[in-house]
């Protein structure tokens, strides 16, 4: 069996050590912010999705497997150490779903990883003025992220603020739409805008899924909804306009 064909054990090891402490660092920081557990524990997912995106972009193995593996081991652990060190008692459907939860992440991390790699497309300059759904949905993954870290661990830097809310939120498009700029071979600037925008309404669709299942009336407000999309739009292409022009700048000066 081929090297890209076979399952590095090593990247999963790394995998599930990188998982576990990222996820529990997100947990900790954010629980101690916020002084509850369902959105720390809501936080503490990325790092799962982060792991595979390592594992995707750095692996040379069969990186899906390797992430979703990866995923489901620390998942375990993660609740584990929730169980004995944070005192969360977890119902029994959430420990049979623990596993499958941190497959799916992985799983889901490891194709942006792949993506932002360029495994799954090749890079050409005929397809420079392509659009790939491909990259539009990585993107969308990598902005939604961005935005969630970015916005709540330096959220107690700027007291809450709204204009530092704001801040966060148009550095996470600008980091977002830079690595498609600089990595994706299609029409960088096309693919940013749109997965900044549905990054808004994947993250306004979570948000009012978990008030609505607190028992939150919670509803989103169009004025707020449309802000968000300027800012996406924006700074989306911004960032993805520099990345490009660096992308191309090293194509020439390797040509």
């Given at each position: 069996m081929s090297k890209e064909n076979s399952i590095n054990w090593k990247w999963v090891g790394a995998g599930t050590v990188v998982a576990v402490v990222l996820s529990n660092i997100l947990f900790f920081v954010t629980k101690e912010t916020f002084g509850t557990f369902y959105l720390p524990a809501f936080l503490a997912l990325f790092g799962f999705v982060v792991m595979g995106v390592i594992i995707g972009y750095f692996s040379d193995g069969v990186t899906i497997k390797e992430a979703a593996i990866a995923g489901a081991i620390s998942m375990v652990l993660t609740?584990?150490?929730?169980?004995?060190v944070f005192d969360y008692y977890p119902p029994v459907g959430q420990l049979v779903l623990a596993p499958v939860l941190g497959f799916v992440l992985g799983l889901v991390g490891a194709w942006v990883g792949e993506e932002m790699q360029g495994s799954l497309e090749e890079n050409d300059k005929a397809m420079s003025l392509v659009v790939f759904p491909g990259w539009i949905i990585a993107g969308t993954v990598f902005a939604y992220i961005s935005n969630n870290l970015l916005v709540f661990l330096t959220a107690p830097l700027f007291d809450y603020s709204d204009l530092g809310v704001r801040v966060s939120y148009s550095i996470?498009?600008?980091?977002?739409?830079?690595?498609?700029?600089?990595?994706?071979?299609?029409?960088?600037?096309?693919?940013?805008?749109?997965?900044?925008?549905?990054?808004?309404?994947?993250?306004?669709?979570?948000?009012?899924?978990?008030?609505?299942?607190r028992g939150s009336s919670f509803a989103p407000q169009f004025e707020l909804v449309a802000t968000d999309v300027l800012y996406a739009v924006l700074f989306s292409f911004v960032g993805a306009y520099v990345g490009e022009k660096i992308q191309h700048s090293k194509k020439r000066i390797s040509s």
């Open positions: 609740v584990l150490v929730w169980r004995f996470s498009f600008l980091i977002a739409s830079f690595v498609i700029g600089y990595k994706s071979p299609g029409t960088t600037v096309v693919e940013s805008v749109i997965a900044g925008v549905f990054a808004v309404m994947l993250s306004n669709f979570v948000l009012f899924v978990n008030l609505y299942m």
